[in-house]
């Protein structure tokens, strides 16, 4: 059985937007609290055990951004060669709201990503210092963890977005609904008694 077109995309955003939540996890459990301070002759040298974490954060960014390009691509792909217009998407009101809110979460969750993934490369680089009393720190704790759920969260929108975006091509296309004919019920059609 092969799987739709529609099928295909949201698995893939569901595939990138777990790795990215994994990823980030790992690289929140993986971070050392600090590192080691050695004291030198006026300087502080901060040696950090080796971990993946400056490696894993940079793959959880990579990931999200591809959930998120995928994200948008499944919106406005021309399903069944059939494209809609923007406009014609964007009426739903459903529609625009998810899609504004998956937006910022990608944003928020690619924003906290990259800080996390920047400080701690940046105190794995810069590990000499002068001051003496340094205690060798690392990026802080849970930002890596936070982005994670956030990058989780930023899939999930993507794929109702990619709902409502289906929703929205059928009203427009005027599709018809395979789930059969929807028919009026009137009072009568019942006999009235409660189970």
């Not at 955003?13 to 790992?26: E, K, N, P, R, T």
């Not at 004291?39 to 894993?56: E, L, Q, W, Y």
């Not at 069944?80 to 964007?90: E, T």
């Not at 704790?141 to 975006?165: E, I, K, N, S």
Request: charged letters at 15%; proline letters at 4%; a negative charge.
């Amino acid at each position: 059985m092969g799987f739709t077109s529609a099928q295909r995309i949201a698995l893939t955003v569901s595939l990138f937007g777990i790795l990215a939540f994994l990823l980030g996890v790992i690289a929140e459990n993986k971070k050392p609290p600090y590192g080691t301070p050695i004291k030198g002759k006026d300087v502080v040298i901060c040696k950090f055990p080796s971990d993946p974490t400056i490696a894993m954060g940079s793959v959880s960014i990579v990931a999200l951004m591809l959930a998120a390009i995928i994200g948008h691509v499944s919106i406005f792909f021309p399903y069944k060669g059939k494209s809609v217009p923007r406009g014609a998407l964007f009426q739903s009101t459903s529609l625009s709201v998810f899609f504004v809110i998956a937006e910022l979460v990608s944003a928020l969750a690619f924003a906290m990503l990259l800080w996390a993934t920047i400080t701690e490369s940046h105190h794995r680089t810069s590990n000499i210092h002068h001051d003496m009393d340094t205690q060798c720190p690392t990026a802080k704790t849970g930002l890596f963890g936070g982005a994670a759920f956030l990058a989780l969260d930023a899939a999930l929108f993507w794929l109702v977005c990619q709902m409502l975006a289906l929703n929205a091509r059928a009203d427009y296309l005027d599709e018809d609904d395979d789930k059969g004919e929807y028919g009026q019920v009137y009072a009568a059609d019942g006999d009235g008694s409660k189970v």
